[in-house]
Nanobody, 117 residues
């Protein structure tokens, strides 16, 4: 499985970005998809998850500002990020978790997001 993220960049506080992650190498609908963020000197944190049937879950810090979605026909997961804050800066990673408990999981290479104040 390969995951390729794109869409990161530099944006001013209050702005928006949309990240994309293209999945290949297996059956996309067999996987839950998640977005994580890692800020410098901090642990990687889970931001949002979308199940194979489009149920979503968010960490409190991004609720109401970020939206995760998936297009099973395009094998792509998105993260729409609005009202960005400087503390949203970091490397954003896409992750795929197989539906089967303890099944395989895969990470993308990450995309940098920098929010200037």
């Amino acid at each position: 499985v390969q995951l390729v993220e794109s869409g990161g960049g530099l944006v001013q506080a209050g702005g928006s970005l949309r990240l994309s992650c293209i999945f290949s190498g297996s059956i996309f609908s067999w996987y839950f998809m998640s977005w994580y963020r890692q800020a410098p000197g901090k642990e990687r944190e889970l931001l949002a998850t979308v199940t194979n049937i489009h149920n979503t879950n968010y960490t409190d810090s991004v609720k109401g500002r970020f939206t995760i979605s998936r297009d099973n026909a395009e094998n792509t997961v998105y993260l729409q990020m609005n009202s960005l804050k400087p503390e949203d800066s970091g490397v954003y990673y896409c992750k795929a978790d197989h539906l089967v408990p303890h099944g395989p999981r895969y990470w993308g290479q990450g995309t940098q997001v920098t929010v200037s104040s």
